[in-house]
């Protein structure tokens, strides 16, 4: 059974780009989570998905966004990049959202890095 | 908001001995999941405790959840170079019905041989 893919691996833009990463979950997970990971911050959730429709979003600016398909997977998009913006994006997917009771596999991550 | 403090920060043990980290919460726990990273990649999914005095152990792993205590153990026995990596501590937050983690900030563990 494949785990969560997600694509590309490595990212390198320049300020005021804008990129989309992509997540595909484990084949029957619905529900698709992004964190992003840095040195200063660690991991901080970004946004979580199910059934297409977003259910909970982390403290980031609007220029962080996201979205899901109907085959679950999903892509989140940050637009006019900025050095801080350089992390690792971890996707996370489950079953079902509300994760007292269902596991939560992550993928490998896309590192960014903005120039 | 809910913090999760982990300790040891990092932690260098000799192969063979045995070590215990520790994530304690500022707020009730309701479920904790234990993750390994190796530096730059992906979490790797080691355990979900669901329960206050649950324990579960997968291979030489084994986490405890003591509820009572805001408070997770792991403890790795007889460690081996394959446990080396950042070991990462995460609780559903109740204010998004549970679908999102908080996580510690990670404890490093270095085997030597």
């Known amino acids: 059974k494949a785990g969560v893919t997600q694509t590309p691996r490595y990212l390198i833009k320049t300020r005021g780009q804008q990129v989309t990463l992509s997540c595909s979950p484990i084949?029957?997970?619905?529900?698709v989570s992004w964190y992003q990971q840095t040195p200063g911050q660690g991991l901080q959730f970004l946004f979580e998905?199910?059934?297409?429709?977003?259910?909970n979003k982390g403290n980031f600016p609007g220029r962080f966004s996201g979205r899901q398909f109907s085959n679950s997977r999903s892509e989140m998009n940050v637009s006019t990049l900025e050095l801080g913006d350089s992390a690792l994006y971890l996707c996370?997917?489950?079953?079902?959202?509300?994760?007292?009771?269902?596991?939560?596999?992550f993928g490998q991550g896309t590192r960014l890095t903005v120039v | 908001s809910q913090e999760l403090e982990q300790s040891p920060q990092s932690l260098i043990v000799q192969e063979g001995k045995n070590l215990t980290i520790n994530c304690t919460s500022s707020?009730?726990?309701?479920?904790l999941y234990w993750y390994k990273q190796k530096y730059g990649e992906g979490l790797i999914f080691l355990m979900m405790?669901?329960?206050?005095?649950e324990e579960k152990s997968h291979e030489k792993i084994t986490a405890k959840l003591d509820e009572k205590k805001q408070q997770s153990s792991l403890h790795i026995t007889a460690s081996q170079p394959s446990h080396a990596g950042i070991y990462l501590c995460?609780?559903?937050?109740?204010?998004?019905?549970?679908?999102?983690?908080?996580f510690g900030k990670g404890t490093m563990l270095l085997v030597s041989p």
């Open positions: 995460g609780a559903p937050k109740a204010d998004s019905g549970y679908s999102t983690l908080t």
């Open positions: 084949s029957g997970h619905r529900s």
């Open positions: 998905y199910f059934s297409e429709t977003q259910r």
């Open positions: 405790l669901q329960k206050g005095g």
């Open positions: 707020k009730t726990l309701y479920g």
């Open positions: 996370a997917s489950s079953i079902l959202p509300g994760r007292m009771n269902t596991e939560a596999f």
